[in-house]
């Protein structure tokens, strides 16, 4: 599985403008029932509470999003309960959704939605991918890990994307091989802007 995705400023100004204007009678909100466990969320996110975050990429790269995650957390007091009427699911994100962090919860989620499956990328893992090699590779393996055991529940419908960092041609070829020996049905590969030799080099090859 090849996954393109658009993170230019004029995409986002267009989904925030979207998420704004929502209302009861939008359709993600009253989804046909003719599509309802037929869609596949392409762009979903798995939350790591602040232990779990500083537990993956150790002291090096995770003393600054361990504080960030503390924050978020503290803010998670009070969390309305699950409300089946299409909502609440639709509406609240992040590290306040309801299923956010439990995976026997986000199937619950899912099932609202009317969604089968979801693929989904690390939050707060962004540090793995601009770390140097030497820390890049060991949390890229322990989040493939814990990605894999999280998605236990229903890994045909919970399909987080394996982190491979990109920064050495053989040793990311080897750690795709490891994911995909794992069980991982796509990986997200973390390129340097400006790394040498460029991801179009003979080298890389042997990856695609």
């Known amino acids: 599985m090849v996954i393109a ?21 939008d359709p ?17 996110h798995l939350i790591l509470n602040p232990d779990e975050t500083y537990r993956i990429l150790g002291p090096d790269l995770g003393e600054a999003m361990l504080r960030k995650r503390r924050l978020q957390y503290a803010a998670l007091d009070g969390l309305s309960p699950f409300e089946r009427d299409g909502k609440c699911v639709w509406k609240a994100k992040g590290t306040m959704a309801h299923g956010a962090r439990d995976a026997v919860q986000r199937l619950d989620v899912l099932d609202e939605m009317g969604v089968d499956q ?25 989040f493939n890990q814990f990605a894999m055991e999280w998605a236990q529940p229903d890994v045909n419908r919970l399909r987080p ?13 080897e750690e795709a091989q490891y ?11 973390a390129f340097y802007p400006d790394i040498k030799p460029g991801p179009d080099h003979e ?6």
């Not at 993170?7 to 100004?13: N, R």
């Not at 080298?203 to 695609?208: F, K, N, T, V």
């Open 5 to 25: 995705l658009d993170h230019s400023v004029e995409t986002s100004a267009r989904r925030h403008l979207l998420d704004r204007e929502r209302s009861s009678e």
């Open 28 to 44: 993600w909100t009253n989804l046909p029932a003719r599509l309802r466990g037929r869609l596949r969320d392409c762009d979903s």
């Open 118 to 142: 979801q693929i989904l990328f690390g939050s707060g893992m962004a540090s793995v991918f601009w770390g140097p090699a030497k820390l890049a590779y060991p949390a890229a393996r322990r």
């Open 161 to 173: 994307a394996a982190i491979v960092s990109c920064q050495d041609p053989a040793k990311a070829l």
């Open 179 to 189: 994911a995909i020996g794992l069980g991982f049905k796509g990986v997200q590969l």
């Open 203 to 208: 080298s890389w090859d042997r990856l695609w």
